[in-house]
T-cell receptor, first 115, second 118 residues
Framework: AAGVIQSPRHLIKEKRETATLKCYPI?????VYWYQQGPGQDPQFLIS???????DKGSIPDRFSAQQFSDYHSELNMSSLELGDSALYFC??????????????FGPGTRLTVT | AQKVTQAQTEISVVEKEDVTLDCVYE???????LFWYKQPPSGELVFLIR??????QNEISGRYSWNFQKSTSSFNFTITASQVVDSAVYFC???????????????FGQGTILTVHP
């Protein structure tokens, strides 16, 4: 069965650079979530999208922005990178509750290292 | 506000021992889901179980079992006859409907690092 795809899997950037993380949800899924997991931390919710509209927002820095496109894939854009942005970034997708099971499936994560 | 507490930061056992990971949650919602995830050293989040707040039946899946008690707001996870491959970080999580279309936003506990020695 198709799973959530995240690219790239690993990314190394320098401070003050920009990074773009991509997430391709499971086919037919209409909801995407982004989480950030710092070293030794639990995953923290950043932002979610339903049908290409932002549906919820967590502790996402103003330097970050995200969107969901017409094909339901999502991109997380991170600017002016800081050392503290080094983390594992997870994307998850689900089918909205009124359309199906609503269980979310996590991608393998993108490991971002800022030097 | 939602909160999940995993009081055990680290647990170390010897293979074949039984081990229980504790999870206590706080929520004002009457409808919510509880989860357990396993995160091996490779980093991916492996889904283990999801429990609806209206279903307090305990569940067993092979060597894994879960005990959900609404009265104490706990959702504990037991591994029977632990194996070295069970070594990982285990996260308990809570999701709820914040008025949107899904219960997908998760609040995670701090995680419990389980080490199983041969």
């Amino acid at each position: 069965a198709a799973g959530v795809i995240q690219s790239p899997r690993h990314l190394i950037k320098e401070k003050r650079e920009t990074a773009t993380l991509k997430c391709y949800p499971i086919p037919r899924h209409d909801t995407v979530y982004w989480y950030q997991q710092g070293p030794g931390q639990d995953p923290q919710f950043l932002i979610s999208f339903y049908e290409k509209m932002q549906s919820d927002k967590g502790s996402i820095p103003d330097r970050f922005s995200a969107q969901q496109f017409s094909d339901y894939h999502s991109e997380l854009n991170m600017s002016s990178l800081e050392l503290g942005d080094s983390a594992l970034y997870f994307c998850a997708s689900s089918l909205s509750q009124d359309r199906g099971e609503d269980l979310q499936y996590f991608g393998p994560g993108t490991r971002l290292t800022v030097t | 506000a939602q909160k999940v507490t995993q009081a055990q930061t680290e647990i170390s056992v010897v293979e074949k021992e039984d081990v229980t990971l504790d999870c206590v949650y706080e929520t004002r919602d009457t409808t919510y889901y509880l989860f357990w995830y396993k995160q091996p050293p490779s980093g991916e989040l492996v889904f283990l179980i999801r429990r609806n707040s209206f279903d307090e039946q305990n569940e067993i899946s092979g060597r894994y079992s879960w005990n959900f008690q609404k009265s104490t707001s706990s959702f504990n996870f037991t591994i029977t006859a632990s194996q070295v491959v069970d070594s990982a970080v285990y996260f308990c999580a809570l999701s709820y409907n914040a008025g949107g279309t899904s219960y997908g936003k998760l609040t995670f506990g701090q995680g419990t690092i389980l080490t199983v020695h041969p």
